[in-house]
């Protein structure tokens, strides 16, 4: 067992084991002197002025009288009496106390002189002191208290030292009574679980000595805390230690007691005498504190035992734990935690205020645990120092250490202030910057409500107006950009269109350079025909070949000089053009509606006739072929001029012949050479025509009249005929123009859909009115204009009149016959020629319609077979199904003539026109037509089928040409 520091070295060496002992220590070298002097003159506490303990223990070692073999003690005090040694079979352990006594070495006398009747000196001369008994069960407390028979206790001597016996004191004291206190008021109380009753009262009555209960709680007075004093505590008085001892003694009694196994009549409540002594002021409080053992120890097995020990412990658990708060110098003290501790906690606090804690033990070694607990308990109590004026001055360290501390947070603080202050000075400075910012602003503002309210409307004006400005401007600007980005795209889009219209163009020319080379194909193949079948056909070949150079003369760049226009103020030489439009118109007519192919060749063969006769007459050879042919074909057609010769003599015998053998107007000198004519004899016009018309004879004698015209051997009257003539025919063919230009979209559109364009369609026309002109309905128009040329009348009026008349015969044949327009599919390699227009009953069949189409294609005849256009199929008309197919049937190409179309699809593929599928007609914008004038030479050349849909101002130009109409 480690040793128990000697409370001897206190003062010497830290020997506490306290926590808190070094706060202790710190002012060992101030304590001040003990107010109230040991009544231990072996006592080793020394008094300093400034700090003591407060607590003095003394341990009180019982004995066993009664005991015949007494236990060995486990117990010993040191030779210095302060020191008790706790011995036991494995070692010892030493307790330092204020003071040690064993009872069998001392009794109650002897022990009350030596450490209890110096502090009640001191009560008797006004101090405090507080007088407690401490131990477990039955180790001597109550019998130290109360004493026993045989010896009387601390109450008793207390009471007895304070109230005295009478006894006067010695002379030596300066004859002054010790007794001079004369009474003293005694409270007794109880505090018996935690409750607060008062032994001095009762229910049942007062007073001492009068009919006090025996025992039991029924009759106490429980009392209330009141601060630090019990509230309406019983108190006796008196001047007699005696009686009031006994007093004492009586009513302790009735304190709670009950047998355990180490007491017989063990305290369970704590009991508290308390002494006043008012004279003094002195107050002496004694405590007989019930048994700290534990419950086990006790013997409790009850629950009611249990707690009642439970509750005896708390007030000794709060003691203890107040002792031990006071010794380590704790800011609070558990003085709340019980009833006790609260009535004792003037005891402790005030300074006037003595603790005498006698520790009890026993010797007897099966209590040498609960001794051991007692005595650290009371060195524990011991451990307290109290300061010169207050319990806690010994937290002035603690209050330095507090002050450093609180000056390094001043310090801080400080610091914090000294920013805080910065940062205002720079907030201030920035509100200053803010003010004047906002002064500024508010100035600005205020210049500006003066600008717009003084100054008037001056200044907002030029305000506005520069606003205004900046803005037009801007807008300037935008627009200058963006006229710049138009003008760009329109420059480029021109461009673009320029090139187009580059690359059309040349495309165009490709094109006219293959169909002029096509025509002049055609022309050689014309020539050979007309050569394998000269003898066959005759003069038909002779035609043919002449046509063809027809054609060909076309395409030659014409002269200058070369007169093509329509224009009737022309002179006799030019007049030579209109008529042969009307040789042409006269070459159409067929009694049976069909261009009658021979009849056409031999009336041209008449045309060739006369102009090669004349022109050679009066401009010469080379004059009159430069007009018709190219210069350079002139040379080529003199090789075969001596066949011209006999075809021109031929023309000029049938001439004769027709002259000659009828009673046409038209007089020809048949002794006459054959550039010679007799003017005709208008008496007898209508005869010689009609007789003409009767003959079935092809020619007209119009065209008599046109060569007689043309080479300026008639006379006045005759010319003027010959012009009005002319006039006739040209409003027919222009009035067909016109109808073929008015056509209705549906038909019109049905040719371009085909690919038909460059149909000659328009020649159809010109056919038409020629053939109208021909037949015996015509008789009366042409006499009408027979007549009228005789009367006089002017040319407008002659002109206004068969344009007039000239076209409702029409109608009425068209009733019992109609027109067939013949041509060619049209196909990649081929453009869809146009043959011819037949005219036929309304009953025929395809089958008589092929008659006349082989009978009219002659030597290009070739297998092909009908299309029906508009046919959903598309399939050709078989040959079986021709002769139950009527030709009205086909479709309707003019609404107008009731004209159909015959579309014929080649059988043996071969290409029936070299002309390329478009045209440069057709790919050209009709605008671009119109606007192109004069037409270049080029545009003259092209065949007279390439004028179909073009506008009627550039179709007029292109028809007008006289080469081109035929083909
Ligand atoms: N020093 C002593 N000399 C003679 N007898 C004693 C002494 N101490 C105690 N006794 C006797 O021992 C018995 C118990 O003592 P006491 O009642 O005083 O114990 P206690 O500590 O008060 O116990 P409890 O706490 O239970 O009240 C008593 O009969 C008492 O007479």
């Given at each position: 067992m480690a040793p128990t520091p000697s409370s001897s070295k206190l003062n010497q060496t830290p020997s506490i084991k306290t926590p808190q002992s070094k706060y202790r220590l710190n002012f060992t070298s101030a304590r001040t002197p003990n107010p109230f002097p040991s009544p231990n003159p072996n006592s080793t506490v020394k008094e300093t002025p400034q700090a003591y303990h407060p607590i003095e223990v003394i341990g009180r070692i019982r004995d066993y009288p009664d005991r015949k073999e007494k236990p060995n003690s486990i117990l010993q005090a040191n030779p210095d009496s302060q020191t008790l040694r706790v011995r036991a079979d494995i070692g010892y352990r030493d307790f330092t106390l204020d003071g040690i006594s064993f009872s069998e070495e001392e009794d109650l006398d002897a022990f009350y002189k030596k450490f209890v009747e110096s502090r009640i000196n001191g009560v008797k001369l006004g101090n405090k002191c507080t007088i407690m008994m401490y131990g477990p069960?039955?180790?001597?407390k109550s019998h130290t208290m109360f004493g026993c028979s045989k010896q009387a206790g601390i109450v008793y001597r207390s009471l007895k030292d304070i109230l005295g016996e009478g006894e006067e004191e010695s002379e030596g004291n300066g004859g002054k009574k010790l007794g001079m206190v004369t009474f003293v008021q005694v409270t007794v109380l109880e505090i018996y679980n935690e409750e607060i009753y008062d032994l001095l009262s009762s229910s049942g009555g007062g007073g001492f000595g009068i009919g006090w209960p025996k025992g039991g709680n029924g009759s106490k007075v429980r009392l209330e805390v009141m601060g630090k004093k019990a509230k309406n505590a019983t108190f006796i008085s008196g001047t007699e230690a005696g009686k009031i001892s006994k007093e004492i003694q009586i009513v302790e009694k009735r304190r709670i007691v009950k047998s355990t196994l180490c007491n017989d009549r063990s305290s369970r409540s704590h009991c508290m005498i308390i002494l006043d002594v008012p004279t003094v002021g002195g107050r002496l409080m004694l405590v007989d504190m019930a048994g700290s053992e534990n419950i086990e120890q006790a013997g409790q097995n009850t629950f009611e035992a249990k707690m009642q020990t439970a509750k005896i412990n708390q007030g000794n658990v709060a003691l203890k734990r107040v002792v031990e708060s006071i010794a380590n110098g704790d800011s609070h003290v558990p003085f709340r935690d019980s009833k006790l501790t609260m009535l004792l906690q003037d005891s402790f606090e005030d300074d006037k205020s003595k603790i005498l804690m006698i520790l009890c033990a026993s010797p007897d070694p099966k209590e040498i645990h609960k001794t051991i607990c007692t005595l650290e308990y009371g060195a524990k109590a011991k451990c307290i120092i109290r300061g010169?004026?207050?319990?806690?001055?010994?937290k002035i360290g603690a209050d330095d250490s507090s002050a450093v501390l609180l000056g390094s947070k001043i310090a801080a603080m400080d610091q914090f202030i000294y920013k805080l202050k910065m940062e205002n000075k720079q907030r201030e400075k920035e509100r200053n910057e803010a003010h004047k910012l906002l002064k500024k602003k508010e100035e600005e503002v205020a210049a500006l409500r003066a600008l717009i309210e003084?100054?008037?409307s001056a200044a907002s004006e030029e305000e506005i107006n520069l606003k205004v400005n900046e803005c037009t401007g801007m807008m300037k600007l935008e627009l200058e950009k963006k006229l710049d980005e138009c003008q760009r795209m329109a420059e480029e889009f021109v461009e673009l269109e320029r090139r187009r219209m580059e690359e059309r163009i040349l495309q165009q020319q490709q094109e006219v350079e293959m169909l002029r080379k096509r025509l002049e194909e055609i022309e050689l193949e014309l020539c050979h025909s007309r050569d394998e079948k000269s003898q066959e056909n005759g003069s038909r070949d002779m035609d043919v070949s002449s046509f063809a150079r027809r054609l060909l003369g076309v395409y030659v760049d014409e002269e200058p000089d070369m007169v093509k226009s329509m224009d009737l103020d022309m002179g006799d030489q030019e007049t030579f053009v209109p008529n042969m439009k009307c040789i042409d118109a006269i070459k159409k007519s067929d009694h049976i509606g069909i261009q009658g192919l021979a009849n056409y060749q031999h009336l041209n063969n008449l045309n060739q006739v006369a102009d090669h006769d004349v022109l050679v007459e009066k401009y010469g050879s080379k004059l009159s072929l430069s007009t018709l042919y190219e210069e350079e074909e002139a040379e080529e057609e003199e090789d075969k001029e001596k066949v011209e010769d006999e075809e021109v003599e031929k023309g000029v015998i049938e001439v004769k012949r027709i002259v000659g053998g009828s009673t046409s107007g038209i007089n020809f000198?048949?002794?006459?050479?054959?550039?010679k004519f007799e003017a005709p004899n208008p008496s007898r016009g209508h005869l010689e025509q009609e007789s003409y018309l009767k003959d079935g004879s092809e020619e007209s004698c119009l065209s008599s009249v046109l060569l007689q015209n043309e080479f300026g051997n008639v006379d006045a009257a005759s010319s003027r005929r010959l012009r009005i003539q002319n006039i006739f025919t040209l409003c027919g063919n222009h009035r067909e123009l016109s109808q073929q230009i008015r056509m209705p979209t549906p038909a019109k559109k049905m040719f371009e859909d085909s690919d038909?364009?460059?149909?000659?369609?328009?020649g159809h026309g010109v056919e038409e009115c020629v053939m109208k002109s021909s037949d015996k309905e015509n008789l009366p128009l042409q006499k009408d204009v027979a007549a009228l040329l005789d009367s006089g009348k002017n040319l407008s009026d002659t002109m206004a009149l068969a344009s007039k008349e000239n076209y409702n015969p029409l109608k009425e044949h068209c009733d019992a016959q109609i027109d067939v327009h013949v041509k060619w599919e049209a196909s990649k390699r081929n453009n869809g020629k146009f043959i011819t227009t037949l005219k036929v009953v309304k009953d025929a069949t395809l089958s008589d319609l092929r008659k006349l189409i082989e009978i009219h294609l002659g030597a290009d005849n070739r297998e092909f077979s009908f299309l029906v256009l508009g046919d959903p199929t598309g399939e050709p008309v078989t040959r079986e199904k021709e002769s139950t197919v009527?030709?009205?049937?086909l479709p309707i190409c003019n609404n107008q003539s009731h004209g159909y179309l015959a579309c014929l699809r080649p059988l043996n593929h071969l290409p029936l026109s070299p002309l390329p599928a478009t045209s440069l007609e057709n790919k050209l914008p009709l605008s671009q037509l119109e606007n192109k004038l004069p037409l270049t030479a080029l545009e003259n050349k092209l065949p007279f089928t390439q004028c179909d849909g073009l506008s009627p101002k550039l179709a007029q130009r292109l028809s007008s040409t006289p080469f081109m109409r035929k083909y």
């Open positions: 069960t039955g180790s001597g010169p004026h207050t319990p806690n001055k010994d003084g100054k008037g000198d048949a002794g006459s050479s054959p550039q038909s364009h460059s149909t000659p369609f328009i009527q030709a009205i049937k």
